[in-house]
């Protein structure tokens, strides 16, 4: 089983930057295929960003592209989300998620979930 907690998100000005980190348990980390999502009041949940269990490669979703960046340190046992150039509809509650199944934008493909943090971008 893996466990993941989350920190570092909280209040920031549009245009401002946020890293989300989200520490794993256990040395199974690196097994796993990792991604963030995010979920705004009252829309679904949405894909931001995930990577391959090595880091080899990153794919993003189109509203965030270009502006945050997903990274792993798996000797830390933690996954990072870098986010610039922050906008207002940023605004949600970001999860960390891992995942068996490489390359899916779909949360059913995560088996294991954070807690979730709030970002809030203010304009």
């Known amino acids: 089983q893996v466990q993941l907690v989350e920190s570092g998100g909280g209040l920031v000005q549009a245009g401002g930057s946020v890293r989300l980190s989200c520490a794993a348990s256990?040395?199974?980390?690196?097994?796993?295929?990792m991604g963030w999502f995010r979920q705004a009041p009252g829309k679904e949940r949405e894909f931001v960003a995930g990577?391959?269990?090595?880091?080899?490669?990153?794919y993003y979703g189109d509203s965030v592209k270009g502006r945050f960046t997903i990274s792993r340190d798996n000797a830390k046992n933690t996954l990072y989300l870098q986010m610039n150039l922050l906008k207002p509809e940023d605004t949600a509650v970001y999860y960390c998620?891992?995942?068996?199944?490489?390359?899916?934008?779909?949360?059913?493909?995560?088996?294991?979930w954070g807690q979730g943090t709030q970002v809030t971008v203010s304009s």
């Open positions: 256990g040395r199974t980390f690196s097994n796993y295929h």
């Open positions: 990577i391959w269990w090595d880091g080899g490669s990153t």
């Open positions: 998620a891992a995942s068996r199944v490489g390359g899916s934008s779909f949360s059913s493909a995560y088996e294991y």
